[in-house]
């Protein structure tokens, strides 16, 4: 298509996010605690997030700090308890049922971690990968059957495989089938929740590949979780990282390592460094407390070396890296942000003192 010269002399206009949230939060019911407990998990809590299209967006943090969750709410499989997910600016969760099925169901794909229990094992290759062009009518019979056959060859299955069942393939296959099926309706969006968590570690990388070329051969946008976090930084434009429910920190993924602003960010990242100049990681002192009863305040203050009073009071509105008078362009929510001067070493010295003077005065205080 041609635009007319006055259309296309005019200035691009920011593009919408394919899909948004905002204040979202999710709390469950407690596992534990026996049918009548009242105790309530905060596994999402404020979540403000937008994801642009064609971007690839790494989310980062410890097992149980609302991955999974987020992954959920983003793909319409999991209504926030409150707070709204947009799609184009339209909200999810005020459409009627059949129209939500309709616009998660053709516009965006999810990849969960095991192959082995996300596809029917009833199915065929062939009739995994034709379901969604059934239930959403796409085509004529013979224009799926043409589909199937291009799905595969696009994740590289074999055409021999379109008969085979789920266990009949290796786990990187599987996989392969779950991204295909992921891509059937040609989504803008794909979120991938530990995509190569269950698979021997010798097809991972093959995985990954595949993730990141069909990415940019088909230009889709990506949310790409997991708790290998060299992996995220290496696959994303942007790494989100999370702690106990919340969203503490964005940073573009060239700054995470060296100049991400929150205490955790850095202290996560230090944990595996890079082969050319291993350092110790950032010591972190005490459990990471539970989800049914989140510390006051900043959620990481109970383990963050530099906490004080003003983060047991309050948790911090985002801040924009690029307001601080130091270089970065994400934003971070953090009462006492680390310096654009400090390098990981520093601040591994910094830790390890305020933990041996915590130490300290713990002692003091037994006497
Ligand atoms: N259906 C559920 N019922 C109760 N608690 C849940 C449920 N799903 C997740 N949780 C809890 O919510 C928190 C976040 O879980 P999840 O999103 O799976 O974290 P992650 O993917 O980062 O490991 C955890 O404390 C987890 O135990
Ligand atoms: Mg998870």
């Not at 969006?189 to 021997?200: C, F, K, M, N, Y």
């Not at 992996?231 to 702690?243: A, E, F, G, I, Q």
């Not at 205490?263 to 460094?273: C, H």
């Amino acid at each position: 298509m041609t635009l007319s010269p006055v259309l296309s002399a005019l200035p691009a206009l920011p593009a919408l996010p394919v899909l948004s949230v905002a204040d979202v939060h999710v709390v469950h019911r407690a596992r534990t605690g026996g049918p009548f407990s009242r105790d309530r998990v905060y596994a999402l809590t404020g979540a403000d997030l937008e994801i642009a299209a064609g971007e690839t967006v790494g989310v980062v943090g410890e097992s149980g700090c609302g991955k999974s969750t987020l992954a959920k709410v983003l793909v319409g499989v999991r209504r926030p308890t409150s707070g709204t997910v947009s799609f184009h600016g339209r909200d999810l969760w005020t459409m009627s049922a059949a129209e939500r099925r309709a616009t998660i169901g053709q516009h965006t794909g999810m990849v969960f971690q095991d192959p082995s229990t996300a596809l029917n094992r009833r199915l065929t290759v062939r009739g995994i990968l034709r379901d969604p062009l059934d239930v959403h009518r796409r085509g004529t019979p013979a224009a799926r059957e043409e589909r199937v056959r291009e799905l595969m060859a696009l994740v590289g299955l074999p055409k021999v495989l379109a008969d085979a069942l789920p266990g009949q393939l290796s786990g990187g296959q599987r996989q392969r089938v779950a991204i295909a099926r992921a891509l059937a309706l040609e989504p803008e969006l794909i979120v991938a929740d530990e995509p190569t968590s269950a698979l021997d570690v010798s097809v991972r990388a093959q995985i990954l590949n595949l993730l990141l070329d069909l990415k940019s051969r088909l230009g889709l946008a990506l949310v790409f979780v997991s708790h290998d976090i060299q992996t995220v930084r290496r696959m994303s434009d942007r790494v989100v990282t999370m702690y106990l429910g919340r969203i503490v920190e964005e940073s573009p993924a060239d700054e995470v390592l060296g100049r991400a602003r929150h205490p955790y960010t850095r202290a996560l990242f230090s944990a595996t460094p890079g082969l050319l100049d291993p350092i110790d990681p950032i010591p972190l002192v005490g459990p990471v407390p539970s989800a049914t009863r989140p510390p006051s305040g900043c959620p990481f203050r109970t383990r963050c070396w530099k906490a004080d009073a003003d983060c047991a009071a309050t948790m911090p509105d985002f801040r924009a890296a690029s307001d601080d008078p130091v270089s970065g362009t994400g934003r971070y929510r953090c009462h006492h942000p680390v310096r654009d001067d400090q390098s990981t070493h520093d601040l591994v010295t910094q830790a390890a003192q305020a933990a041996q003077a915590a130490q300290a005065a713990q002692a003091q205080e037994r006497r």
